[in-house]
Protein backbone atom coordinates (compact mmCIF):
# COMPACT_ATOMS: atom_id res chain seq x y z
CA UNK A 1 0.00 0.00 0.00
CA UNK A 2 1.16 3.65 -1.02
CA UNK A 3 -0.14 6.93 0.58
CA UNK A 4 0.17 9.81 -1.63
CA UNK A 5 -0.62 13.60 -0.19
CA UNK A 6 0.12 16.64 -2.52
CA UNK A 7 0.73 19.99 -1.72
CA UNK A 8 1.38 23.44 -3.88
CA UNK A 9 -1.48 23.90 -5.24
CA UNK A 10 -3.10 27.17 -5.54
CA UNK A 11 -4.69 30.57 -7.16
CA UNK A 12 -2.18 32.11 -9.81
CA UNK A 13 -2.40 34.37 -12.76
CA UNK A 14 -1.24 33.50 -15.68
CA UNK A 15 1.90 33.07 -16.98
CA UNK A 16 3.00 32.59 -13.24
CA UNK A 17 4.48 29.30 -11.81
CA UNK A 18 3.61 26.76 -9.41
CA UNK A 19 5.11 23.79 -7.70
CA UNK A 20 3.27 20.58 -7.12
CA UNK A 21 4.84 18.32 -4.52
CA UNK A 22 3.70 14.74 -3.51
CA UNK A 23 5.01 12.84 -0.93
CA UNK A 24 4.99 9.31 -0.69
CA UNK A 25 4.35 6.56 2.50
CA UNK A 26 3.78 2.78 3.11
CA UNK A 27 5.75 0.62 0.83
CA UNK A 28 9.38 1.06 -0.90
CA UNK A 29 8.51 4.62 -2.74
CA UNK A 30 11.49 4.55 -5.50
CA UNK A 31 10.01 1.14 -7.22
CA UNK A 32 7.33 2.62 -8.18
CA UNK A 33 6.52 4.84 -11.22
CA UNK A 34 5.00 7.70 -10.71
CA UNK A 35 2.53 10.14 -12.55
CA UNK A 36 0.33 13.28 -12.47
CA UNK A 37 -3.10 13.54 -13.51
CA UNK A 38 -5.45 16.62 -13.52
CA UNK A 39 -8.94 16.96 -14.04
CA UNK A 40 -10.35 20.25 -15.31
CA UNK A 41 -14.00 22.00 -13.93
CA UNK A 42 -16.41 19.19 -15.80
CA UNK A 43 -14.05 16.93 -17.45
CA UNK A 44 -12.38 13.76 -17.59
CA UNK A 45 -9.39 12.99 -15.48
CA UNK A 46 -6.45 13.15 -17.82
CA UNK A 47 -2.98 12.39 -17.83
CA UNK A 48 -0.10 15.05 -17.22
CA UNK A 49 3.25 13.78 -17.13
CA UNK A 50 4.81 10.67 -15.65
CA UNK A 51 8.03 9.51 -14.26
CA UNK A 52 9.96 6.17 -14.06
CA UNK A 53 11.49 4.81 -10.95
CA UNK A 54 14.51 5.96 -11.54
CA UNK A 55 13.96 9.22 -13.15
CA UNK A 56 15.09 8.78 -16.38
CA UNK A 57 12.13 8.24 -18.54
CA UNK A 58 9.53 10.70 -18.37
CA UNK A 59 6.23 11.90 -20.38
CA UNK A 60 4.44 14.58 -20.25
CA UNK A 61 0.74 15.46 -22.33
CA UNK A 62 0.98 17.83 -25.31
CA UNK A 63 -0.75 20.28 -23.89
CA UNK A 64 1.96 21.01 -21.16
CA UNK A 65 5.39 20.25 -22.82
CA UNK A 66 7.82 22.82 -22.63
CA UNK A 67 5.93 24.15 -19.22
CA UNK A 68 5.57 21.54 -17.52
CA UNK A 69 8.54 19.27 -16.00
CA UNK A 70 7.99 16.03 -13.36
CA UNK A 71 11.00 14.99 -11.33
CA UNK A 72 11.41 12.64 -8.35
CA UNK A 73 13.92 12.41 -5.15
CA UNK A 74 13.93 8.80 -3.98
CA UNK A 75 15.39 9.56 -1.26
CA UNK A 76 12.79 11.85 0.15
CA UNK A 77 9.82 9.55 -1.08
CA UNK A 78 8.81 13.23 -3.24
CA UNK A 79 7.63 13.64 -6.96
CA UNK A 80 7.32 17.21 -8.21
CA UNK A 81 5.88 18.88 -10.93
CA UNK A 82 7.16 21.91 -11.77
CA UNK A 83 4.40 24.23 -13.82
CA UNK A 84 5.42 27.17 -15.84
CA UNK A 85 3.95 30.31 -17.68
CA UNK A 86 0.20 28.68 -16.68
CA UNK A 87 -2.62 29.10 -18.48
CA UNK A 88 -6.14 29.37 -18.06
CA UNK A 89 -6.86 25.91 -19.30
CA UNK A 90 -4.20 24.34 -16.90
CA UNK A 91 -6.76 25.59 -14.12
CA UNK A 92 -8.04 21.59 -12.88
CA UNK A 93 -7.67 19.60 -9.51
CA UNK A 94 -4.04 17.78 -9.95
CA UNK A 95 -3.44 14.36 -8.75
CA UNK A 96 -0.19 12.33 -8.11
CA UNK A 97 -1.15 8.54 -8.70
CA UNK A 98 1.51 5.36 -8.31
CA UNK A 99 1.87 2.05 -10.30
CA UNK A 100 2.56 -0.86 -8.53
CA UNK A 101 5.06 -1.29 -11.28
CA UNK A 102 8.67 0.40 -12.16
CA UNK A 103 6.94 0.53 -15.69
CA UNK A 104 6.23 4.60 -16.52
CA UNK A 105 3.05 4.64 -18.74
CA UNK A 106 0.30 7.27 -19.53
CA UNK A 107 -2.71 5.42 -18.71
CA UNK A 108 -4.36 6.66 -15.77
CA UNK A 109 -6.10 3.04 -15.26
CA UNK A 110 -2.70 1.65 -14.89
CA UNK A 111 -2.36 3.68 -11.93
CA UNK A 112 -3.41 1.72 -8.41
CA UNK A 113 -2.47 3.86 -6.00
CA UNK A 114 -3.98 7.96 -5.41
CA UNK A 115 -3.32 11.06 -3.67
CA UNK A 116 -7.12 13.69 -2.74
CA UNK A 117 -5.46 16.09 -5.42
CA UNK A 118 -4.63 19.69 -4.67
CA UNK A 119 -6.68 22.77 -6.47
CA UNK A 120 -4.95 24.89 -9.14
CA UNK A 121 -6.81 27.35 -10.08
CA UNK A 122 -5.00 30.07 -12.79
CA UNK A 123 -6.73 33.56 -13.61
CA UNK A 124 -6.50 35.02 -16.77
Known amino acids: QVQLVESGGGLVQAGDSLRLSCVASGRTFSRNAMGWFRQPPGKEREFVSAISWSGTITYQADSVKGRFTISRDNAKNTVYLQMNNLKAEDTAVYYC?????????????????WGQGTQVTVSS
Open 97 to 113: AARASVVVVRTRDDYVY
